[in-house]
């Protein structure tokens, strides 16, 4: 199956890896500056702070001096007109949106896209922008941690593709994504009410089912190829193409989530894998570095317990397969670099295949968001020694696990935690709630 998705020839030179997030940043505005054509920005949120100010104030420099340069600015409905959450009543970055373009008079086009008609229910997950003939593929939305503006960073993945038709292909999507009823400016002053939008995000939702990205059919032989997969709902193409991914391991498998509650089909795969005798390595966040997580002393919300929930599923997932961690088929990594937070995800299978996306491999990214990734299938081992090094910088601080108490005990949890998840299970609400996290 995976031979025979489409897509697109290109020389390993044509991709890049960016080392870190201070790199991309200065990549990022530096492409701005520089663009000529277009400016396509996909991701879940452009934040109202230093770094996205940055970016922003970038952008409309770029207009100013190329009037002709399209620019188009493509986020989540929903996140982008509510504050922080825990931060109280906000009027969320659409305000400051509209203030921007009110100020500057020029055209930087800014649409929310709502995937659903509630956030809870599914995001614009989707990653990948397009500046000119390259495209940018990470999962980092846009504010100060994600970029490293100050002190603090959230580790991501970095990748660059010099390739005019890909970059054509993932703009084309985005255009056929936007709407002028399902997915409105957020630039604009006085943007519609939630409710008003329902029949049009149900319908928009019903045409995203029928998307997928324009690539050229598969050739027999070819070397190096990069696939675009699209995703959203159950049973999409790439859910189908990730397990698929799994499915074809015969040596090893390496996933990286900050996030660890793997759907069943998922962990369905993994297992066969692992009685295949294929290696399998988890790289996954130390709950302190969840962006979820909430220092002791701080005050306490909901989501300060799902950084806990995930170390609880990542210890239940070591304890049954002890075996297999004793004699190191099984490794588990967990990231930890203090003060910063984890958000890389991937899939690396054998040494042909590597999975970019944002979907963070749990049940709201296979029903819920709406997904993409890009596949590198590297047959002839073309791209082996960067895809070496970006693997080694995601481990630099992610050590092994020799056993389920390296992860701690349910006993240590703050009390708040504990009493929430107490609650949470006798509500027998449990099974639902990882359904949307």
Not at 180 to 198: G, K, V
Not at 202 to 214: G, Q, T
Not at 355 to 364: E, S
Not at 394 to 418: F, N, T, Y
Request: charged residues 25%; glycine residues 6%.
């Amino acid at each position: 199956m995976l031979a025979a998705l489409p897509g697109f020839a290109m020389p390993a030179e044509a991709i890049q890896v960016l080392p870190d997030a201070a790199t991309y940043r200065a990549c990022l505005l530096e492409r701005i500056g520089a663009a000529t054509r277009r400016i396509v920005i996909v991701a879940l949120y452009l934040q109202e702070d230093e770094a996205g100010q940055e970016v922003l104030d970038a952008l409309y420099r770029a207009k100013a001096a190329r009037p002709a340069l399209e620019i188009v600015i493509v986020v989540d409905w929903f996140r982008a007109r509510r504050g922080l959450l825990g931060a109280g009543r906000q009027p969320g970055n659409a305000a400051w949106y509209q203030a921007q373009r009110q100020l500057r008079g020029l055209d930087v086009v800014i649409h929310g896209v709502p995937v659903q008609t509630r956030e809870l229910f599914g995001v614009l997950h989707l990653k990948g922008s397009v500046i000119d003939d390259c495209v940018i593929y990470t999962g980092a939305s846009l504010n100060n941690v994600y970029l490293h503006r100050f002190d603090r960073y959230r580790l991501d993945r970095y990748h660059l593709f010099q390739c005019a038709a890909l970059a054509d292909s993932m703009v084309d999507l985005v255009r056929r994504l936007l709407h002028h009823t399902a997915t409105p400016r957020l630039d604009l002053p006085a943007p519609p009410a939630n409710r008003s939008l329902r029949g049009d995000i149900r319908r928009l939702r019903a045409r995203l089912r029928r998307m997928a990205y324009e690539a050229p059919a598969s050739a027999t032989g070819q070397g190096l190829r990069v696939v675009p997969l699209l995703g959203v709902g159950r049973g999409n193409p790439l859910n189908r193409a990730l397990c698929a991914l799994l499915a074809a391991a015969r040596e090893q498998i390496v996933i990286s989530t900050p996030y660890f509650n793997p759907p069943r089909v998922v962990m369905r795969e993994l297992d066969q894998a692992l009685s295949r005798g294929v290696r399998i390595e988890l790289i996954v966040g130390h709950r302190t570095a969840n962006d979820f997580y909430i220092a002791p002393g701080e005050p306490f919300s909901a989501s300060g317990a799902l950084p806990y929930l995930y170390e609880d599923n990542l210890r239940a997932f070591v304890r049954r397969r002890q075996v297999a961690l004793a004699c190191s088929q099984l490794v588990v990594r967990v990231w930890n670099d203090p003060g910063h937070t984890f958000h890389a995800k991937g899939i690396w299978v054998d040494q042909r295949y590597s999975l970019l996306t944002g979907n963070n491999l749990n049940p709201r990214g296979f029903n819920l968001d709406l997904e993409n990734g890009l596949l590198i299938d590297d047959p002839q081992g073309q791209w082996l020694v960067p895809r070496a090094v970006e693997l080694e910088g995601i481990r630099r601080h992610a050590p092994r696990i020799v056993s389920p108490d390296d992860l701690g005990v349910k006993a240590e949890h703050p009390k708040e935690v504990r009493t929430f998840l107490r609650r949470l299970r006798y509500s027998r609400l449990e099974p639902l709630i990882k359904r949307v996290l």
